[in-house]
């Protein structure tokens, strides 16, 4: 086996998926606690109550007790390198949380025992299904009141469409919460209390062991009459079944607690997905368009190096405009100071100031293996999406762009300052969480967004860092399709007779800007050969 196979191997990349509140922030915190040494990048994420802010963006953020930006988090446990990517939990920007979870191999579903299934984690869970990305889930705040854990997972299993398996069980709740009994192992994990602490609490090996009626009394034979109905009644646990993203094993216990984690954290390290070969599509000539040529898959045991852009963050710093580029390595070794290819360019960059974000004991690493994450510092010169090579003219597929949902027209305070807004917004919207479209029919600048909070962001953004003062009009659009044809003809026909609703995007892409649903109803229908699409593939 080579180093690199060996490395793969041991690589575990992840998201976590929830609706706000569930608990995501605590989790993520006693999921480190349990790495040890923890390295936190891309911003200092805290608390609600103590976030520290680095700029008057940030400083919003912090107002508003959301976050806005990613974090990458790596850690080792046991025998692995686990890689954990942040996605912002406020809905605004779910564009970038869809992104994230393009980039990593597997995804955890965090749900609030006592809400079940929430709208947002609903929406998350139809990206994770485009790629059939495994999901394993942890039911939270069993120290709580809930609801009855048989009746949470019927309601995975027909809100969201996924089997069931149960991996723990919840031994009562709230006031009566006692534990976890881990079905595949037939053990009892006692519940010591709270505590910010790893903490123990008592083992009791099988389910009809003495001391477990000596240690929780009538509960003991609740238990198992309970687990009886439970064998009988739910899925039982599939890796394979797992890893095809058709059922998902499903732990029970409280994140604030730190109690039944670990069972969590083992059986993830155990069976999720190490980096995966991935899609990709390869130029036939040396200047043909990659996007338009043969399939390949990437297998990340090759040698060479290959990655891609899933999300860029501007630079805290509000005096150095440079940015990040978060990509994922795909395959082969990236190293310091190496030179790696950007195909859309073609054009060679030496890295020699990357992030990489390793666990702490690894400090001193200057590599980066398939399912982590790099940060390439850049002055706007990569997209997301972007794929880099070691030479390979090579475009990785299926990253998506969503249609946004709220359009605004972007109006100048000032007209002298035309040139730096016209810049600043074409900066701010490579970045990805907003799309700007230019109709083809005048001058407008009409941003899109999938959240109203993000047209408060680039507003304030362009006037603390381009020093524009914006300000955002309603405007008379209600829905945007990316739109595409096999017949040029017909395209051109359609172009000619919808011109007025008509935009380019900030890659020149053509899109139909609609002023209500029905709108667009009737041109899809009046347009059959036309395609109408909601995502539009980077
Ligand atoms: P999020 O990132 O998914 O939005 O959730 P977060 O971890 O911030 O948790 C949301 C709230 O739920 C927090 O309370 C947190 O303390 C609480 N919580 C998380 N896990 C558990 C649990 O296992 N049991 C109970 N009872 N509560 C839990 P908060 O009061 O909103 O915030 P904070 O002031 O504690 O930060």
């Not at 027909?158 to 006031?175: D, H, K, R, S």
């Amino acid at each position: 086996m080579t180093e690199i196979a060996r490395e793969v191997e041991r690589r575990r990349s992840f998201a976590i998926i929830s609706h706000p509140d569930a608990g995501k922030t605590t989790l993520t915190e006693k999921l480190l606690l349990y790495g040890g040494a923890i390295q936190l990048a891309g911003t200092v994420k805290g608390r609600k109550s103590d976030r520290h802010a680095t700029s008057d963006w940030m400083a919003m953020e912090q107002e508003r007790g959301i976050s806005v930006t990613s974090t990458v988090m790596q850690f080792p446990y046991r025998e692995r390198i686990v890689n954990l990517l942040d996605t912002p939990g406020h809905g605004d920007f779910s564009e970038d949380t869809y992104r994230t979870l393009t980039a990593v191999d597997s995804a955890l579903m965090v749900i609030d025992a006592a809400k079940g299934v929430e709208e947002r984690t609903k929406k998350l869970m139809e990206v994770c299904r485009l790629r059939a990305t495994p999901i394993m889930t942890f039911m939270n705040k069993l120290d709580r009141e809930g609801r009855d854990p048989v009746e949470l997972m019927d309601e995975v299993e027909e809100v969201l469409g996924i089997q069931c398996a149960p991996v723990t069980w919840p031994i009562g709740m709230g006031q009566r919460f006692r534990g976890v009994f881990h079905l595949l192992q037939d053990r009892v994990h006692l519940f010591p209390g709270g505590g910010e602490r790893v903490t123990e609490g008592e083992v009791i090996e099988g389910l009809d062991n003495p001391r477990l009626d000596e240690a929780i009394g009538d509960q003991a034979a609740e238990l198992r009459e309970e687990i009886e109905l439970v064998a009988a009644a739910s899925h039982e646990f599939d890796a394979e079944a797992y890893r095809r993203g058709e059922l998902t094993p499903v732990f029970f216990g409280s994140a604030i607690n730190n109690f039944g984690v670990e069972e969590l954290l083992d059986e993830f390290v155990a069976h999720a997905p190490p980096p995966l070969p991935r899609p990709a599509t390869v130029a036939s000539g040396k200047d043909a368009d990659p996007a338009e040529g043969e399939a390949r898959t990437v297998d990340p045991a090759e040698e060479k190096l290959t990655g891609f852009v899933f999300k860029i963050q501007a630079n805290m710093d509000p005096n150095h405009r440079d940015r990040i580029a978060f990509m994922r390595v795909c395959s082969g070794v990236f190293r310091k100071g190496m030179k790696v290819h950007q195909v859309r360019t073609g054009k060679d960059q030496r890295v020699s100031n990357p992030l990489v974000f390793l666990a702490k004991d690894r400090e001193g690493a200057e590599e980066a293996y398939p399912g982590d994450i790099v940060g390439l510092p850049n002055h706007g010169t990569i997209r997301i999406g972007d794929t880099f090579s070691e030479g390979e003219k090579l475009k990785f597929t299926g990253i998506p762009n969503f249609a946004p949902e709220l359009f605004r027209r972007v109006v100048l305070k000032d007209p002298m300052k035309n040139k730096a807004l016209n810049k600043g917004l074409e900066q701010l919207t490579e970045e990805g969480a907003t799309q700007l479209f230019r109709p083809l029919v005048n001058n407008d600048l009409i941003l899109g967004a999938v959240g109203q909070l993000q047209f408060d962001v680039v507003a304030a953004r362009l006037k603390d860092e381009y020093g524009v003062d914006a300000r955002f009009e309603p405007v008379n659009v209600s829905t945007a399709r990316w739109v595409e044809s096999s017949d040029p003809r017909e395209l051109e026909r359609f172009e000619k007779r919808v011109e007025e609703h008509l935009a380019r995007d900030g890659g020149g892409d053509l899109a139909y800007l609609a002023p209500t649903k029905i709108n667009l109803d009737l041109a899809m229908e009046r347009w059959p050969d036309i395609d109408f699409r909601a995502t539009r593939e980077h």
